[in-house]
């Protein structure tokens, strides 16, 4: 009887191996805004500042072409754009900064790689990740963030509960502009001028030396002489529609 427990005890004991190793599949939830009532339609356009420097193509042109624009931004990197940052809040019109985490990890709360990435690894760390993001923004003086978006975009479903426990939304989108800013300007220009109405696009605004930013101002200019709107996220939860459906 002794003999057969502990063979119980050890089928048990190998069922959570196994379980441990094939980990929950990751999540990259999705989120459109409602379509506007009338006009040529709005999109949301979010920028992910995750680390490096700024590409002041981009942010330039957004003020100049009064482009709203929801940026992610990173504790490493509001300590290294100061100039930048004081450009966005400069424009509180224009720029809502929201929460991509302190380290720039992504928020997958087992330990693995995602695009080669080391992920947070426990939910300790997702927590770490999301309180410290939220914590260097608000030492910038601006609005709490209500919005965040993981590193890579991916999550573990547990890190979404989470997340949403700590009073975030998860800010998702429906197009993914540049590639992680790897593609090159041309396709980059087509993606994102053929956004519909309520998409929200992702794009990086923290490779000035990537081909793909050229490519961001081009598909944006397209989408406002098509007569676009852009709103930023805060703008479209207003009209309660930030669904995610992951
Ligand atoms: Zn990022």
Same mark, same amino acid.
């Given at each position: 009887?002794?003999?057969?427990?502990?063979?119980?005890?050890?089928?048990?004991?190998?069922?959570?191996?196994?379980?441990?190793?094939?980990?929950?599949?990751?999540?990259?939830? +999705?989120?459109?805004?409602?379509?506007?009532?009338?006009?040529?339609?709005?999109?949301?356009?979010?920028?992910?500042?995750?680390?490096?420097?700024?590409? +002041?193509?981009?942010?330039?042109?957004?003020?100049?072409?009064?482009?709203?624009?929801?940026?992610?931004?990173?504790?490493?990197?509001?300590?290294?754009?100061?100039?930048?940052?004081?450009?966005?809040?400069?424009?509180?019109?224009?720029?809502?900064?929201?929460?991509?985490?302190? !380290? &720039?990890?992504?928020?997958?709360?087992?330990?693995?790689?995602?695009?080669?990435? !080391?992920?947070?690894?426990?939910?300790?760390?997702?927590?770490?990740?999301?309180?410290?993001?939220?914590?260097?923004?608000? !030492?910038?003086?601006?609005?709490?963030?209500?919005?965040?978006?993981?590193?890579?975009?991916?999550?573990?479903?547990?890190?979404?509960?989470?997340?949403?426990?700590?009073?975030?939304?998860?800010?998702?989108?429906?197009?993914?502009?540049?590639?992680?800013?790897?593609?090159?300007?041309?396709? +980059?220009? !087509?993606?994102?001028?053929?956004?519909?109405?309520?998409?929200?696009?992702?794009? &990086?605004?923290?490779?000035? +030396? &990537?081909?793909?930013?050229?490519?961001?101002?081009?598909?944006?200019?397209?989408?406002?002489?098509? =007569?676009?709107?852009?709103?930023?996220?805060?703008?479209?939860? =207003?009209?309660?529609?930030? =669904?995610?459906?992951?």
């Amino acid at each position: 009887m002794r003999l057969l427990q502990r063979h119980l005890c050890m089928i048990a004991m190998s069922l959570v191996a196994i379980s441990s190793a094939q980990a929950a599949p990751l999540v990259e939830p +999705t989120l459109h805004i409602k379509p506007a009532a009338s006009g040529a339609g709005h999109v949301a356009l979010t920028l992910d500042a995750c680390g490096g420097q700024t590409d +002041t193509r981009i942010l330039s042109a957004l003020v100049e072409n009064k482009i709203p624009a929801t940026i992610f931004v990173t504790g490493i990197w509001l300590k290294r754009n100061a100039a930048a940052v004081e450009i966005m809040r400069a424009h509180p019109d224009l720029f809502e900064l929201e929460n991509h985490g302190g !380290r &720039h990890v992504p928020a997958v709360d087992t330990p693995r790689k995602i695009y080669g990435i !080391r992920s947070a690894g426990s939910p300790e760390a997702v927590q770490a990740e999301v309180e410290s993001g939220a914590a260097a923004l608000a !030492r910038t003086g601006g609005p709490a963030p209500k919005w965040f978006r993981g590193a890579t975009a991916e999550y573990s479903p547990s890190a979404i509960a989470m997340i949403r426990k700590l009073g975030f939304k998860v800010a998702g989108f429906s197009i993914n502009g540049d590639g992680g800013s790897l593609l090159g300007a041309r396709e +980059t220009a !087509r993606r994102i001028s053929a956004a519909k109405d309520g998409d929200v696009i992702i794009s &990086h605004i923290n490779q000035p +030396t &990537h081909a793909a930013g050229e490519g961001v101002v081009q598909g944006l200019l397209a989408l406002k002489e098509k =007569g676009m709107t852009f709103v930023r996220l805060d703008d479209a939860d =207003g009209f309660g529609n930030n =669904g995610t459906t992951d």
